[in-house]
């Protein structure tokens, strides 16, 4: 059964980390882009982040500024997503998905409509 499911959001104080874990199953996410959004309430969707299929190179969001790493462990189908130094403003819900599309440049570029296989996604919330 294609399946992504995403884990380790939580709770944390503001300065904090957290590190998102988008696990796969059905698929080899060595084939795909992965991609991490995330949303808030009365808001749309927004991409965070891609990864290549090879060499690993990324692109991200501006709002990201340096903050993110998104990696994956192909031999345990995993992408992830190391958060530092978070704000408030980076509470909502996050999500991952994939896509054939090529995740080019440095910069989130990939439309939403791209991508599919969405999971139900984990809550992050800074807050002190």
């Known amino acids: 059964q294609l399946q992504l499911v995403e884990s380790g959001g939580g709770l944390v104080q503001p300065g904090g980390s957290l590190r998102l874990s988008c696990a796969a199953s059905g698929f080899a996410i060595d084939s795909y882009v992965i991609g991490w959004f995330r949303q808030t309430p009365g808001k749309e969707r927004e991409g965070v982040s891609c990864?290549?299929?090879?060499?690993?190179?990324?692109a991200y969001a501006d709002f990201v500024e340096g903050r993110f790493t998104i990696s994956r462990d192909n031999a345990k189908n995993t992408v992830y997503l190391q958060m530092n130094s978070l704000k408030p403003e980076d509470t909502a819900v996050y999500y991952c998905?994939?896509?054939?599309?090529?995740?080019?440049?440095?910069?989130?570029?990939?439309?939403?409509?791209?991508?599919?296989?969405w999971g139900q996604g984990t809550q992050v919330t800074v807050s002190s």
């Open positions: 998905a994939r896509t054939l599309r090529a995740c080019l440049g440095t910069t989130w570029s990939l439309p939403l409509g791209a991508f599919d296989s």
């Open positions: 990864i290549r299929i090879r060499g690993g190179s990324q």
